[in-house]
């Protein structure tokens, strides 16, 4: 997505070039400018949601469920981390009135 929103196949470019030719042959020769401009927007804004961990919207799936990353660190300087999925994490319970037989 970097090189192609860098302007690779915009008009003074390097181009696209296919390596299975013997000549060389622009591999995007047939589109028009309106069309190779549209596809570097496109590239741009794909790259843009990329950066802003939107990933799953540029190949149109649904988001990740929401995780929550604990780290902690043990006394022999050893760090762990454990992945919890912010779902299936319940809200705390309500303390219960103490009874008479308690």
């Known amino acids: ?4 929103s860098s302007g690779l196949l ?3 470019g390097p181009g ?7 000549e060389s042959v622009n591999a995007i ?7 190779i401009e549209d596809v570097t927007s496109s590239a ?5 949601l990329i950066c802003l961990d939107k ?3 540029v190949l149109g799936m649904d988001p990740p469920p929401d995780v929550e990353i604990e ?3 043990s006394g022999d300087n050893s760090t762990s981390l454990v992945i919890v999925d912010a779902k299936s994490v319940e809200e705390p319970l309500a303390k ?3 009874t008479d037989s308690e």
């Open 10 to 12: 915009l008009p003074g």
């Open 55 to 57: 990933v799953h919207c």
């Open 44 to 48: 741009q804004h794909a790259l843009r």
């Open 71 to 73: 780290a902690s660190l």
């Open 29 to 35: 020769g047939y589109l028009t400018l309106q069309e």
């Open 96 to 98: 219960r009135p103490k």
């Open 1 to 4: 997505m970097e090189i192609i």
């Open 16 to 22: 696209l070039y296919d390596p299975c030719e013997r």
